[in-house]
């Protein structure tokens, strides 16, 4: 079955990076048919897309809060997205969580994916 599966959070000062792996399975990545989405859940806050990427043809967005601090890019060898993370601020703390879409509903609307991983825990704090 389609199984998403993020790594990489964890706790780091104000100004540190983390980078975050998808790993997927399930579905051939490498088919030109998807977009993946990284998403985040704050305390008390809705979910919010976070970036995404077209398979097809490596274009990304990105949210204007995370704009020339976040990268979103994959890895052609292995069936697994990132986001590099750096410049972190406290108000980065989330869960983030990645996500697939048809690539032609690639958006930060949530429900427009339809796998989803558990997450992975992001917390920013001296």
């Known amino acids: 079955q389609v199984q998403f599966v993020e790594s990489g959070g964890g706790l780091v000062q104000p100004g540190g990076s983390l980078r975050l792996s998808c790993t997927v399975s399930g579905f051939n990545l490498n088919l030109d048919n998807w977009a993946i989405g990284w998403f985040r859940r704050a305390p008390g806050k809705e979910r919010e897309g976070v970036s995404y990427?077209?398979?097809?043809?490596?274009?990304?967005y990105y949210v204007d809060s995370v704009k020339g601090r976040f990268t979103i890019s994959r890895d052609n060898a292995k069936p697994t997205v990132y986001l590099q993370m750096n410049s972190l601020k406290p108000e980065d703390t989330a869960v983030y969580y990645c996500?697939?879409?048809?690539?032609?509903?690639?958006?930060?609307?949530?429900?427009?994916?339809?796998?989803w991983g558990q997450g992975t825990q992001v917390t920013v704090s001296s």
């Open positions: 996500a697939r879409a048809p690539k032609f509903l690639a958006s930060t609307n949530p429900s427009n994916f339809d796998y």
């Open positions: 990427i077209v398979v097809s043809d490596g274009s990304t």
